[in-house]
């Protein structure tokens, strides 16, 4: 389950789905938030699936009061919040179409770790790559529900992508040209 944001175009490329239904989102409806409350309903819908809420940290803060609802019902949802810090998506439309000039995109955040824990989940920090398949396998490996903070690379944008009001022709694969492109020395600036 996805709400809105480069977190669910990452999950709509990335993630392997087996059957029909297998991946519920907003789609374009733009419902950040969505994916928490989703979950719980794709939970009931089906009790012995393993259910996981890829989430956005700026959607998640919109209703992350249902971990509430999630702890009641003994619900053994596992939800990933990819955090970026930003609103990402609004992020890198402004950086893209409008000349970098970032507004209202910056997230203030609570300490998601201590929020699930405060509710009742279970809460892993990931800060690096190398423990991905560790916090998974340990969410996996947990009964009940489960919250992942993944702090990920805070200007990582998402490509392909359809510019406003753009035909499917113009897709959007790099922000830069091949010649714009530079490499940055090891340990230099990015």
């Known amino acids: 389950v996805t709400g809105v944001g480069q977190h669910q ?3 709509a490329q990335y993630f392997w789905i ?11 409806l733009g419902t950040m938030g969505f994916e928490v409350p989703a979950a ?26 249902e971990l ?3 702890v009641e019902q003994e619900l053994p949802i596992k939800y990933a919040i990819i955090n970026n810090g930003y609103l990402g998506m609004v992020r890198q439309w402004q950086e893209l179409f409008y000349k970098n000039n970032l507004s209202a995109v910056r997230m203030y955040q ?11 989940l279970r809460g892993i920090r990931v800060t690096d790559k190398a423990q991905v398949q560790a916090s998974i396998d340990q ?3 947990h009964p009940g529900p489960v919250l992942i903070d993944f702090q990920v690379e805070e200007y990582e944008n998402t490509f392909p992508m359809v510019p406003p009001g753009a035909a499917l022709q113009q897709t959007v694969d790099s922000p830069y040209r091949p010649e714009d492109v530079r490499i940055p020395a090891a340990g230099g600036a990015r």
Request: aromatic share 12%.
């Open 9 to 11: 175009m990452w999950a």
């Open 18 to 28: 087996d059957k029909p239904g297998g991946f519920i989102t907003s789609g374009g």
């Open 40 to 65: 719980i309903g794709a939970q009931f819908a089906d009790p012995t699936a393993t259910v996981w809420a890829i989430c956005g940290d700026g959607g998640f803060q919109m209703t992350s009061q």
């Open 68 to 70: 509430a609802t999630v």
């Open 110 to 120: 609570p300490d998601f770790v201590k929020l699930a824990e405060a509710y009742g």
């Open 139 to 141: 969410a996996l490996g």
